[in-house]
């Protein structure tokens, strides 16, 4: 057949001598004759390929009694490495995987060594941590690292956790720690999928649920993936550990008379663009007082006046200094949706030239 080259090594040395063959001009080379069952004779050297048998071990050479002897496969052979429960096999460079074995991530088993990587629709990374002699490890709590050794963090703790305990709690030997991916927790009380993680501060070691918006303090750890009325042990698809970022924006106006003395009375609207709560509000001024009132109305056709007032009675006032800050909002409706619009209502003012006022909003 034209550019296929057969080579049939069925002669030997002694006829022939040494032969060199050019292959390059080639689109394809089959090396050894394809048969589907042993030749009854043949030549001492002579090889074949069986088109029967898998890749790789189906290659035969003749040895010198008219038998046939299975060439090496050039895949390492070296001694398999197996999980724990037999889900994972490795060969040289060959991996399988037993699915079967991967039903729940309480189930999952992964690779031997004091670093895991756990394979299958559970997956997960993990480390072997030394438990403390004492406190220990409890199974499915979170564990914190304290002198190279793991044990249940206190109801303070707020950072600092490596993961979720999977096996081998307890004061001696070494815990089993998930830190990515599937892992069972104990949580303090009801959950909603898809919102975050955190520590407990009301019962030491468990998962409590913090929300669907990231927390602007402590550890967050992952995410519940299911909703639940009550405290239990659910599954949590674990991430890298991160700190909550502050995400505290504001917003507010600044009365400049230009030299001259504020006049009470004077409005100024701004519209909001995202959605947060009021945490905190801060007035600064060159000199005397001021009392300032806040309005608030959704987005429309309108402006909001007094009556939209979210100060209910107390009101933001600066009676001596020249800069206040306060987080007391009794009474305030604190909620501010995206787009709102705000009034900044001048309420009082004594003396003062200039006046900044600005809302602390945590979104």
Request: glycine content about 12%; hydrophobic content about 40%; charged content about 10%.
């Amino acid at each position: 057949m034209k550019n296929i080259l057969l080579l049939l090594l069925t002669v030997t040395a002694a006829a022939f001598g040494q032969v060199t063959v050019d292959n390059s001009g080639a689109a394809q080379v089959v090396p050894w004759p394809l048969v589907v069952q042993f030749p009854g004779v043949c030549k001492y050297g002579q090889v074949i390929q069986r088109s029967d048998l898998p890749i790789g071990s189906n290659i035969y050479q003749c040895g010198t009694h008219n038998d046939w002897n299975q060439v090496a496969s050039s895949t390492s052979t070296g001694a398999a490495i197996t999980s724990n429960d037999g889900s994972v096999t490795v060969v040289g460079s060959d991996l399988s995987v037993n699915p079967a074995l991967f039903a729940s991530a309480a189930g999952n088993t992964d690779l031997s060594g004091a670093n895991k990587v756990g394979l299958g629709g559970n997956g997960f990374v993990s480390v072997s941590i030394p438990n403390e002699g004492t406190t220990g490890t409890t199974l499915n709590l979170l564990a914190i690292l304290t002198a190279a050794t793991a044990k249940v963090p206190l109801t303070s703790t707020t950072s600092g956790i490596v993961g979720v305990v999977i096996s081998g709690a307890g004061t001696a030997g070494n815990a089993r720690i998930a830190t990515q991916g599937w892992a069972n927790c104990i949580f303090d009380g009801a959950t909603t999928a898809n919102h975050y993680i955190g520590i407990s501060a009301s019962s030491a070691g468990k998962c409590t649920d913090v929300g669907a918006a990231l927390p602007s303090t402590g550890q967050v750890l992952g995410i519940v993936t299911t909703t639940n009325g009550g405290g239990g042990t659910y599954a949590v698809l674990l991430q890298p550990p991160t700190i909550g970022i502050s995400r505290v924006k504001s917003f507010g106006y600044s009365f400049d008379g230009g030299g001259s003395a504020l006049s009470s009375g004077v409005t100024k609207y701004i519209t909001v663009p995202f959605a947060c709560a009021i945490t905190a509000w801060d007035i600064l001024v060159d000199t005397g007082t001021g009392t300032i009132d806040v309005w608030k109305i959704a987005t429309g056709t309108v402006i909001p006046t007094i009556s939209n007032t979210i100060t209910a009675s107390a009101k933001p006032v600066i009676s001596s200094g020249t800069a206040l800050r306060s987080t007391t909002l009794t009474g305030w409706t604190t909620a501010v949706a995206a787009n709102d619009i705000i009034g900044i209502n001048l309420n009082a003012v004594a003396s003062a030239t200039y006046l900044n006022f600005s809302l602390e909003c945590l979104q």
